[in-house]
Nanobody, 125 residues
Framework: EVQLVESGGGLVQAGSSLRLSCAAS????????IGWFRQAPGKEREGVSC????????YYEDSVKGRFTISSDNAKSTVYLQMNSLKPEDTAVYYC??????????????????WGQGTQVTVSW
């Protein structure tokens, strides 16, 4: 059984940084894509970033380019999302996700991959 366990969310002020972690188990870590979606209140879930652990290729949603950095520690089966220069519009529940391709698809994650339980990120002025 695949398990994705997130940590690192919290309440910060605009301009601050946070690092999210996603620890994966139950999969061959370097054969999958791990990434992050987020969902703000009243909005649809959207893909934020993902990384292919096999070749290191990455994807970033336009609004986070230059501010967020995704990385992978294959020895720890953990993916990190470093979030800098946070803005109030980054406030959301962030979900770790796993599937085969990057960019990731909500349908593919739901049908063939796995979701983490989510971690709240709140950015205030």
């Amino acid at each position: 059984e695949v398990q994705l366990v997130e940590s690192g969310g919290g309440l910060v002020q605009a301009g601050s940084s946070l690092r999210l972690s996603c620890a994966a188990s139950g999969i061959t870590f370097d054969a999958y894509v791990i990434g992050w979606f987020r969902q703000a209140p009243g909005k649809e879930r959207e893909g934020v970033s993902c990384i292919s652990s096999s070749d290191g290729s990455t994807y970033y949603e336009d609004s986070v380019k230059g501010r967020f950095t995704i990385s992978s520690d294959n020895a720890k089966s953990t993916v990190y999302l470093q979030m800098n220069s946070l803005k109030p519009e980054d406030t959301a529940v962030y979900y770790c996700a796993q599937e085969k391709l990057c960019p990731m698809s909500i349908v593919e994650v739901t049908q063939k991959g796995s979701w983490g339980q989510g971690t709240q990120v709140t950015v205030s002025w």
